[in-house]
């Protein structure tokens, strides 16, 4: 079989304005880049205001593995097969970040012969929209440096009669706002800015801590995903804690007067980009938040334009349904008053044999040969996730269809019994996606599964009331989320729950940063953990994105490279095509 790259370069595609036009859309609708991507305007919203709403398709997945889940591919797989079936369908997902393409995924289009074309355009800047994201990040960083040096240099009262500004007296120890680059590089967590170098006398800035994050954990990123239009971007932006000053209160980016050039640099990437599938199906791509960091789900803007032109609508989120379909059930669904007709749980064989906790697996290294060959005893044994998982969704009163992604070492016989105890387990459908090899054709039978599914009666339900205070909240989806028997609460975080309540944060939902290795907060704890002991870190507020997240355990928010990354394997040829992305 050709390899991901080489299908998407020989895939003959449309021109984006052929995929606009069949969709309903004219040239007033979008903004050209280039012959095979285009930005749609939101205010098509304005002209579709009357058209009758699609279904919505949430997909998501089991724990993820070292092998991938497949999760994109079924993803467009899915709109792909609904297509064949005679529906018109569209797909939304995130926009990758370059961080785990040049580190681990080396691409995220989805893969074989259900990806979207061009996947070099997909994986590699798209239309700019993180690259924005990075420009209006570190401008209010420059700002926040810039007005802490020119306050303490001049002093107070003198910098307000020069300036005639009123002096923000930023405590330099605690600012929160750490600069952004869209790549994994670990030597930028923690530095120190504003040193004197040679010169006796700095004019460089204030010395003090600082450090990096990944761009896709900006609260922007999570900003651009959540918001409904360019004015209530502009708000949001505006009302994003940078810093506290010395005497405890909130310094905003709309105090320091940077709210509205941020904005200014992310009017564009406001709009989501239409690329097309490899069978010339409509796709939006929009916002890229990580799942463990942040809500994980595509924007809701894109989701509102697909529905209004598409029966069904198929969107993403991140990770397994711990988390990203935890957080669009308690964070998107809340801002876009969208709750999903149906669930997808995307599963293997050997995603379930990697549950059984029977083999050490690491990203990048070879597999133990048990994980491919007939295994009933891992298979068995691994099995409980699965179980978790489609008990999940459950929860949240949502019809849910198993999607088993099928690999082309998988016998039949573990397929048959797998197929069999998913129904046990109380999927509401469950097929074979063969999309990978075969595209729509391959994922006919999960895309009949989904209709029949989403015709179902949905019962939706949240795991907590937003007037709960944030302890219930966290304990709500530790214990009765995830199955933890308690939640131990830092010192610090303590504190910190205290404090941001006072502030009036309380009722905001809330975001758990957390391993997305294991349904609990340790990765080494396979299959369905039960009755452990939830550690919360810190508790830390986005006041613009409109949640409190919640570190949880050891993540992090700056990923760092492996020892063989996969920007190693790309290159571009003698023609200037670029090679290894996958």
């Known amino acids: 079989m050709k390899s991901d790259i080489e299908i998407s370069r020989s895939a003959r595609l449309s021109p984006i304005t052929d995929i606009a036009t069949r969709l309903g859309l004219d040239l007033h609708d979008i903004e050209p880049h280039g012959h095979y991507k285009?930005?749609?305007?939101?205010?098509?919203?304005?002209?579709?205001?009357?058209?009758?709403?699609?279904?919505?398709?949430?997909?998501?997945?089991i724990t993820p593995t070292p092998f991938g889940e497949g999760k994109t591919v079924n993803t467009i797989g899915l709109t792909m097969g609904l297509s064949m079936l005679g529906r018109k369908a569209i797909s939304c997902i995130r926009q990758p970040s370059m961080g785990p393409v040049f580190g681990i995924k080396g691409g995220a289009a989805g893969g074989g012969y259900a990806q979207v074309v061009p996947m070099e355009d997909f994986n590699l800047h798209l239309t700019g929209d993180i690259h924005a994201i990075s420009s209006a990040h570190n401008l209010a960083s420059a700002a926040l440096d810039s007005r802490l040096y020119h306050e303490e240099r001049e002093g107070y009262d003198a910098f307000e009669q020069r300036s005639g500004l009123k002096a923000l007296k930023i405590d330099k120890d605690r600012i929160l706002w750490k600069r952004v680059v869209d790549h994994n590089d670990?030597?930028?967590?923690?530095?120190?800015t504003g040193l004197p170098g040679n010169s006796p006398k700095n004019l460089n800035g204030v010395p003090r801590e600082e450090g990096f994050d990944i761009t896709v954990a900006s609260e922007l990123m999570a900003i651009l995903a959540l918001t409904d239009s360019l004015q209530d971007m502009r708000r949001r932006i505006g009302n994003i804690i940078l810093a506290y000053d010395l005497d405890g209160n909130p310094v905003t980016a709309e105090m320091l007067r940077v709210a509205g050039a941020m904005t200014a640099i992310m009017k564009d990437a406001i709009n989501p980009t239409l690329m097309q599938n490899l069978e010339g199906g409509a796709c939006l791509i929009h916002a890229g938040p990580f799942a463990n960091i942040a809500h994980g789900n595509s924007s809701i803007l894109a989701d509102k334009i697909a529905l209004k032109l598409?029966?069904?609508?198929?969107?993403?989120?991140?990770?397994?349904?711990?988390?990203?379909?935890?957080?669009?059930?308690?964070i998107k669904a809340r801002y876009s008053g969208k709750t999903p007709d149906a669930v997808v749980l995307v599963c293997s064989l050997r995603g379930l044999k990697s549950h059984s906790g029977l083999f050490d697996l690491k990203p990048g290294r070879p597999f133990d040969k048990g994980m491919v060959e007939p295994n009933m005893a891992a298979l068995d044994k691994g099995l409980s996730n699965l179980s978790w998982h489609i008990n999940n969704v459950k929860r949240y009163g949502l019809p849910v269809v198993v999607a088993v992604n099928r690999f082309p070492e998988d016998t039949q016989?573990?397929?048959?019994?797998?197929?069999?105890?998913t129904r046990i387990l109380g999927a509401d459908e469950v097929a074979i996606s063969d999309t990978f090899r075969f595209g729509g054709e391959g994922a006919m039978a999960v895309a009949s599964a989904v209709e029949q599914a989403s015709n179902k009666p949905a019962h939706f339900q949240r795991l907590y009331p937003l007037e709960s205070g944030l302890r219930d909240k966290i304990k709500a989806i530790a214990i009765k989320g995830y199955g933890a028997a308690k939640v131990n609460f830092s010192e610090q975080a303590e504190q910190q729950i205290v404090r941001l309540e006072a502030e009036g944060y309380g009722k905001l939902p809330v975001c758990m940063a957390k391993t997305?290795?294991?349904?609990?907060?340790?990765p080494s704890q396979k299959g369905a953990p039960k009755g452990f002991d939830f550690p919360v870190r810190e508790v830390r507020v986005s006041a613009g994105a409109g949640f409190v997240y919640i570190l949880c355990g050891k993540v992090m928010t700056m990923p760092g490279l492996g020892s063989k990354p996969g920007y190693m394997n790309i290159d571009i040829d003698s023609e200037g095509h670029i090679t290894g992305l996958s």
């Open 186 to 192: 670990r030597a930028l967590r923690a530095i120190t």
């Open 413 to 421: 016989q573990e397929l048959d019994w797998l197929l069999k105890q």
């Open 516 to 522: 997305p290795l294991s349904i609990s907060h340790d």
């Open 38 to 61: 285009a930005k749609v305007r939101i205010e098509t919203l304005d002209k579709l205001k009357d058209k009758k709403e699609g279904k919505l398709i949430l997909v998501s997945a």
């Open 310 to 330: 598409a029966d069904y609508v198929v969107t993403e989120a991140g990770f397994g349904s711990d988390m990203g379909l935890e957080k669009f059930c308690n």
